[in-house]
Each structure stands twice: as C-alpha cells, then as structure tokens.
C-alpha cells in the first residue's frame, strides 16, 4: 500500500510538472532557463534510470505474493488396463457398457509444510522487497548527488563565460581602439599587438569554457531524460550560507537516514529470516494422500488414506544452518565497520568545511564588488592613458586571479555541503 501510494503520488507530480516539462522538452532551440529545483522535479519524473527500478519493487512484491501460495495438490491415474485376460473379473460398467473389465486407481496428494514454512518464507521475501524500496532511495540519493555536483560544474562554468566574457568586451573595445590611434600614429605597434595578443587569449579561454559547458549541459540533459537541450542554470553562485560544525548531530542523522546503512541492518534481518527457515527445514514435510483403487484389491471399490514423511536421520541440515549463524556473524562485522566508516567520512568532512568557511569569512563580503568598480575605474583610467599597458593588464590579470579565487571557493564550499548531504542522507538546513 505504501509503494502504491508513492507510485501515486509520483503519477500526480508528474502530471503537475506538464507545464514545466514543456520548457525543457517541446523547444527545439533557445536556452532553457531553470532552477536547480525545477531541474531536480524535471530529474524525478523522467529519468530512465529511476523508471526501471521501479520495477524491481514491483517485482518484490510479486514474490510476496508468490511465497504466500500453498504448493499444488497433485492427482494422478494410474494402473489402467487396456485388455482383459483369461483371469479377469466382470466390474459394474463405468460409462454405458464399456468398463467391464477395466481397472482403475486415481490418487489426491497434497503437501503440508510444517515448522511453519511457508510463513517464514514470506517474512523473507517481505525483507527483500524493503531490501528493493531501500535500494530504490540508494539510487536515487546517488544519482541525486552526481547531479547536483553536474548541476554546480555547470554553474561554474556559466559564471566564468560570463567573467572572460565580459574581459573579451573590454579588450575588444580596447584593441580596435588602439588599430585606429596605431593608424593614425598616436600609439606604437608594440602596445596594439600586446593588447590585440590579450585580446585573442581571452577569446580562446572563453572558447575554451564554452566548449566545456556545452559538454556539461549534455551530461545534465543526460539525468533529464533530454536530448541535448541547451541549458541554463537560473541560480547564482553568491555568498554560501554557511552550516557551522554539528558533527554529532549529523552522525546521528547518517546512522538514521542512510539507504545503504539500511540496507546493510535489513541484510542482518534477511540473515535472521534465513536462518529461521534453515531450522524449520529440519522438520520434514508432510505428504497426505487420498487414492481411490477399482478392482485392483479385495475391494471391488477401495478409497484408502496415506500419509508419508520423511525420516530425518542422517540430513538435519545441519550444514545450510551453520552457513546461515556465520553469514548473521559476517552481517555484524560489516555493521559496525560501515558505521565507522561513515563517522570518519562525516569527521573528515567537517573539518574541511569549517577550514574553508573560515578562509571565506576572512573575505570582506564587499571584496568582490569592490574588484568590478575598481575595474571600470582602472579601464577608464587606461581608456585616458593615465595608466600604462604593463599597469593596466597586471591589474586585470591580478582581478581574473581574485575574481575566479572567490569563484572557486564558493563552490568547492558548496561542494562539500552537497557530499555532507549525500553522507548523511538528507538535505542539510
């Protein structure tokens, strides 16, 4: 019932998403512009990926179903004559006159399991279809994580288009500027080729970035169900918000929320269940019988009972239960080493957080927008040669620098709260 609803609720959003789908999959060209959001809900609904194991808990809960049914009685005819002989005695007749001398045995057997089998079987095939709902969230948090972290390269590289691209104007403007005054004498060739020589760098790393983020928007349209659909992150990469040093508390959140660390406790359950069945196993089955014998006996019309069972006196299984106790013992070592390992990633983790919030936290929250005013003024002053060209390009080598340094560590920041989201199974707040 609950996969049901989720299924449901999955149909719903989908149908409410029509109108945002429309933007990313009815345009043959121009840029889609987008919420990282609106990315993720897009992400939900039409990844191919997340579609197809949806269908392995479809699946696990027609096992359930199947572990649930009783086996199948069997019925069987047998000892039937197909001529009489000297010796042969004269029966009533079984359809009109035919059957005189015909002789008949049928037989109804039905198995019984006991030890309460079939129950246990079904609490294990129960423990593989949460086992298919919890690998179903493992993949979702992963493929969650790999695209926010394609979703932040992106951003990166749509900040930095618009950062070289922004130089290549300026050096543009600059460069035809200093053809004319190199024409008309004002300048020397050498300073029209140094700026034209800038001029063309800048152009090819914005070529380069480009190159880049065309390739990334295809990795993103990949998670999107998209065909190459060009794209454009609506969200700015500013001032993080910063999250501070919780390490107990998130270690207990991961304990509680990871899928993977679920699943291995459900392996331990699955453990317990196998076992269990292993035991009952020792029980043998029991197979009750009802035959029905037309002149093959005494009796001209014999109906018997039977019952027939086992004898468990060399097989206990002794060995499938032995093998079930070691592999509950490997379950506990892998526990308690998973949850280490998680505590230690989640430490480490934190410790580069609360460096790089504190580098960032050194930066005057104005220094960025003091870098672009500074650069107007600089180019300004260059544009009215109150500056040399030796000046003016180790300050816009020393702004790029600054610029892409601020850049940088913003999304390495925002990078690390991602990887502590997807080590801790949820969204940090």
């Known amino acids: 019932m609950e996969i049901q609803n989720k299924v449901r609720k999955i149909h719903i959003a989908l149908v409410l998403l029509l109108g945002l789908n429309s933007k990313l999959f009815a345009q043959d060209v121009g840029e889609n512009r987008l919420q990282k959001s609106e990315i993720e809900q897009v992400f939900l ?27 199948n009685p069997k019925f069987s005819i047998g000892e039937i004559n197909l001529w009489k002989n000297s010796s042969s005695e004269e029966l009533p007749p079984l359809i009109g006159k035919y059957g005189r001398y015909q002789q008949l045995e049928m037989e109804l057997e039905q198995t019984i399991e006991l030890a309460g089998k079939r129950k246990k079987r079904v609490q294990l095939q129960l423990l593989e279809k949460e086992n298919s709902q919890l690998q179903f969230e493992e993949l979702l948090r992963n493929l969650k994580y790999d695209l926010r972290t394609q979703c932040l390269e992106l951003q990166i590289l749509q900040e930095k288009e618009r950062l070289y691209t922004n130089q290549v104007d300026i050096f543009n403007t600059l460069a035809q500027s200093y053809q004319n005054q190199w024409k008309e004498g004002n300048v020397s060739e050498m300073d029209y080729l140094r700026i034209q020589s800038e001029s063309i760098a800048f152009g090819n790393k914005l070529n380069e970035i480009q190159q880049e983020k065309i390739a990334k928007m295809n990795a993103v349209a990949a998670y999107l169900g998209a065909k190459g659909k060009a794209l454009f992150i609506a969200d700015t990469l500013g001032t993080p918000a910063f999250i501070g040093t919780r390490q107990h508390e998130w270690k207990i959140m991961a304990l509680d929320n990871r899928s993977d660390y679920k699943i291995i406790h459900n392996e331990s359950k699955k453990g317990k269940a196998q076992l269990e069945i292993e035991k009952a196993e020792r029980i043998p089955n029991l197979e009750v019988s009802v035959n029905y014998d037309r002149g093959g006996n005494i009796m001209r019309d014999f109906i018997g009972l039977g019952v027939a069972m086992d004898l468990p006196l060399f097989n206990r299984n002794q060995g499938n239960i032995k093998i079930a106790k070691l592999e509950l013992e ?44 500074a650069l107007e003024r600089y180019v300004r002053n260059f544009q009215q040669q109150r500056l040399t060209i030796v000046e003016f390009i180790d300050f816009i080598n020393n702004y790029m620098e600054n610029k892409e340094s601020i850049l940088e560590r913003r999304a390495k920041y925002l990078q690390y709260r991602e990887e502590l989201s997807y080590l801790i199974g949820k969204d940090i707040v």
């Not at 609904?45 to 359930?64: C, D, K, P, Y």
């Not at 070592?333 to 957080?353: G, H, M, P, T, W």
């Not at 050194?362 to 870098?371: R, V």
């Open 330 to 373: 490997k379950n506990k070592v892998e526990i308690e080493q998973f949850r280490i390992d998680i505590e230690r990633e989640i430490d480490f983790l934190s410790a580069r957080l609360s460096n790089l919030e504190s580098s960032l936290k050194a930066t005057d929250n104005g220094f960025d927008g003091k870098l672009d005013v």
């Open 45 to 71: 609904s039409h990844n191919l990926t997340l579609m197809a194991q949806r269908f392995h808990i479809q699946q696990a809960e027609a096992a359930v179903l199947q572990a649930k049914l009783w086996p």
